[in-house]
């Protein structure tokens, strides 16, 4: 039995993320933000934690923060990802609120240059993989120099 290949490149038109992607478009990072309340709302869900409000629209951050936690990809599990290795990937809390920490992959260091806790802002690049069509904008985070 074959498994089904999956694509690699995120669905921009997917409802839950779909402010994501217009943002990463536009050059801004977007979090859901409660009209209510104010707090953001990370991974977007339909309801705010904090007060149960629906209203949720998707809000530009200043798109800067610190590395939460990182690791390095030494090896490519995924043919597609070769030519990136090695390449560190993990989560940044953003500036705005700490407690929302974004997963990304880390661009224009090498992976040795990181640091738990340095600054970091995002860059808007091409989200694109060897071998396979398209690519989408989306945002990636770099140290602040």
Not at 3 to 10: G, K, T
Not at 49 to 56: D, Q
Not at 109 to 123: K, N, T, Y
Not at 133 to 145: D, I, Q, Y
């Amino acid at each position: 039995m074959s498994a089904a290949v999956r694509p690699l490149l995120p669905d921009p038109t997917w409802q839950p993320l779909r402010g994501y992607w217009e943002g990463a478009a536009a050059g801004e990072l977007r979090i859901p933000r409660c009209a209510a309340c104010g707090a953001f709302t990370w991974y977007p869900r339909e309801r705010c934690r904090g007060c149960g409000s629906t209203e949720l629209p998707w809000t530009a951050v200043c798109g800067r923060g610190t590395l939460f936690s990182f690791a390095v990809v030494r090896r490519a599990l995924y043919e597609p990802f070769a030519p990136l290795v090695p390449y560190a990937t993990g989560l940044v809390a953003l500036e705005e609120d700490p407690a929302v920490r974004i997963a990304t992959r880390f661009l224009d260091c090498e992976p040795s240059e990181l640091r738990i806790d340095m600054p970091v802002h995002a860059v808007f690049r091409a989200l694109e993989f060897a071998g396979v069509a398209g690519s989408l904008p989306a945002p990636f985070f770099t140290p602040t120099r």
